[in-house]
């Protein structure tokens, strides 16, 4: 993205943030007009330089692809046990849809949207196999039944959040990110991250942005196997320079115990690879960065896809990554063509070894966002 003007970066974020709010509004909001500075990118010149930073690295020096040649712990993958599910969120749509794990085709609608302001962001399996949706649009997560997605329990958040995704921790709560950014009122409530029990009952914050400076803009959220929470901060999202976003590391207290990925652009998600790397969604670069724990350095870029949400290993031992549209699909949002746009999501398949693609799980999704197996 070398090159690229504040301005152009801030047209495309202005959209991102339009269609998250479109179901409270009922319309797409036009983007405010920029003045194209002299020397800036053109749209054109953006969206090339967007696809042209997937082949390489930059200054890292590090390869792109080049895969995990040295795994220790992922084989060569196993066959999909039958009856797998794949849930795939829409964002906007409220939805999240189920696809057969092994075919990619189409098993109908598992959460249906529940009022015009739902939105759907995160997916994630619980303890007890119930499914959690998380609704950023609406203040509020969805407890499901894992075989039919019907609602168990619906947990309104204390104060006006915007829980954005969850994960279960090693004593087994659910840890609640929330990203205000991603509120249809900009910047209302709280950076923070809040524990729930598996059923949704409320238990504490456990980390607080007013108290705590390095939560900021929280987007993803896992627990590492070393037992530590790692979270985002997509701060690309407000008013600041490309290079600001970073993955903070926090221990089992909620204390902040240093920075582990830094320069990264707008890393909607992290989780781990199962030999330990770290694997930051980077979305504004289309691709998935593996960082070295211990030293926060790029080891390798492990997959890429067009503006790419979420990335989860299946039970058969290989990678799954969501594109929620290409190149066309944003060309077609600067002209505020959401229909044009929205039926361009993919779910992507890799060999969980070196991160070779596989090739699409499903094309012509309805903005692929997170993803679960069931």
């Known amino acids: 993205m070398k090159g690229i003007s504040e301005a152009e970066k801030m047209r495309y974020l202005s959209i991102l943030r339009s269609w ?30 967007a696809a042209a930073s997937t082949l390489a690295l930059g200054a890292s020096g590090a390869t792109l692809l080049a895969g995990c040649g040295s795994s220790k712990s992922v084989d060569k993958g196993r066959a999909m046990p039958a009856g797998t599910r794949v849930l795939v969120s829409t964002f906007i749509e409220g939805t999240i849809e189920a696809l057969d794990a092994r075919t990619g085709a189409s098993l109908g609608t598992f959460f249906r949207q529940v009022d015009r302001g739902t939105t759907i962001a995160g997916v994630r399996v619980g303890p007890q196999g119930q499914v959690y949706a998380f609704s950023p649009g609406s203040n509020r997560f969805f407890i499901c039944d894992g075989v039919t997605g019907a609602i168990t329990r619906e947990v309104k958040l204390p104060i006006t959040q915007t829980p954005h995704c969850g994960s279960v921790g090693p004593d087994g709560n659910l840890y609640v ?5 991603l509120n249809n009122q900009l910047g209302i409530g709280p950076d923070t991250v809040e524990i729930y029990t598996p059923d949704g009952e409320h238990i504490r914050r456990f980390i607080d942005g007013n108290d705590t400076p390095e939560l900021r803009a929280p987007f993803g959220i896992s627990w590492g196997p070393d037992g530590n929470l790692y979270v985002t901060a997509s701060l690309a999202y407000f008013p600041f320079a490309l290079g600001s976003d970073y993955v903070a590391r926090f221990d089992s207290a909620g204390r902040f115990t240093g920075y582990v990925a830094r320069d990264v652009k707008v890393p909607f998600n992290v989780n781990f690879h199962p030999d330990g790397y770290l694997m930051v969604i980077e ?56 229909d044009t746009a929205k039926n361009k999501g993919r779910i992507l398949r ?7 693609p596989f090739g699409a799980l499903a094309e012509k999704l309805v903005f692929s966002g997170y993803l679960a197996f069931a």
């Open 350 to 356: 890799y060999n969980g070894a070196n991160g070779k």
């Open 283 to 338: 979305h504004f670069y289309s691709r998935v960065a593996l960082f070295d724990l211990r030293t926060g350095k790029i080891v390798d870029a492990f997959a890429n896809a067009d503006f790419c949400i979420d990335i989860q290993f299946g039970p058969d031992r290989n990678a799954y990554m969501t594109s929620f549209t290409d190149q066309k699909g944003i060309e077609a949002l600067f002209n505020n063509d959401l």
């Open 177 to 181: 990110v929330n990203a205000p950014s």
């Open 20 to 49: 998250m709010i479109r179901r409270q509004t009922g319309r797409l909001p036009q983007p405010a007009s920029v003045a194209r500075p002299e020397g800036a990118w053109t749209r054109r010149e953006f969206l090339e330089g």
